[in-house]
């Protein structure tokens, strides 16, 4: 079997879920092995997003607006699974409609000790 077909059957190593109810926001955290991280969210952000924050005390990816606002509907990253994550640098943001990608950019991954 070839490289390329055994990564095409490799699946997400991890999923995470948050909602958020005053945007009535889903968003979700694929892990792959790689590593490779993608972020979908169901809805378009308020404000123009900076960067994407990986709190390694709190296992949280969180999302800094441009104007430096903290948006407080992380994502929980399941701990055993922060090695992934601590190995990423940037990561793609995408937003996803009625089950299709619609657009998606690439943001930095700042990682932080609490």
């Known amino acids: 079997m070839s490289v390329a077909a055994t990564e095409q059957n490799r699946g997400p190593v991890s999923t995470s879920h948050s909602y958020n ?3 009535d926001m889903d968003i979700y ?3 792959g092995d790689g ?3 993608c972020i979908f969210h169901t809805l ?3 404000n123009t997003l900076s960067w994407v924050e990986y709190d390694i005390g709190s296992s949280r990816l969180d999302f800094i607006m441009e104007d ?3 948006r407080n509907f992380g994502i929980p990253i399941d701990r055993k ?5 601590k190995n ?3 990561v793609p943001v995408v937003l996803r409609q009625n089950g299709e990608a619609v657009e998606g950019y690439e943001y930095p991954l700042i990682q932080h000790a609490a």
């Open 21 to 23: 109810n005053a945007m």
């Open 29 to 31: 955290c694929i892990i």
């Open 35 to 37: 590593p490779t991280v």
């Open 44 to 46: 378009p952000f308020n």
């Open 68 to 70: 430096g606002e903290i």
């Open 81 to 85: 699974f922060s090695a992934y994550i």
């Open 88 to 90: 990423t640098y940037t």
